[in-house]
């Protein structure tokens, strides 16, 4: 099941629900880093960060179905990239992740 916020909230708050309350906030977090450096397929995110092509396809969901993430393109050439919201709140996506990045890291296992 994707989780998607059920109303409106601020990007800092949905931030902190995906990124520090929900399993896989870590790998949710390293997604949005490597889009924020060049938009990319799921494809090759999942090549440049080792991960499975089905997972990053369900964070990319997760992102999308919350608004940090959108999409250009369709079928296998969609790109991905930062929503204008969370580019304008980048920094507070980088407050969050300095806050709860190493415990997550350590705890994520890869989800």
């Known amino acids: 099941m994707v989780p998607v916020v059920p109303w409106k909230d601020s990007t800092e708050r949905v931030l902190w629900w ?8 870590a790998t949710r977090a390293t997604i949005i880093t490597s889009l924020k ?4 397929n799921p494809n ?5 960060l080792g991960l499975d092509y089905k997972t990053v396809r369900h964070h990319l969901d997760v992102l999308t ?14 790109t991905f990239f930062l929503s204008p919201d969370l ?13 709860i990045g190493k415990n997550k890291k350590s705890n994520s296992g890869g989800t």
Not at 18 to 25: E, M, S, V
Not at 37 to 40: N, Q, T
Not at 44 to 48: D, E, K, R, V
Request: no cysteine; glycine share 16%.
């Open 65 to 78: 179905k919350n608004g940090l993430v959108s999409t250009t393109g369709n079928g296998y050439g969609t």
């Open 18 to 25: 995906l990124i520090a309350g929900t399993k896989g906030g």
């Open 37 to 40: 450096e060049m938009p990319r």
């Open 44 to 48: 090759q995110l999942a090549h440049n």
């Open 87 to 99: 580019e304008e709140e980048y920094s507070k996506f980088e407050q969050i992740w300095s806050k």
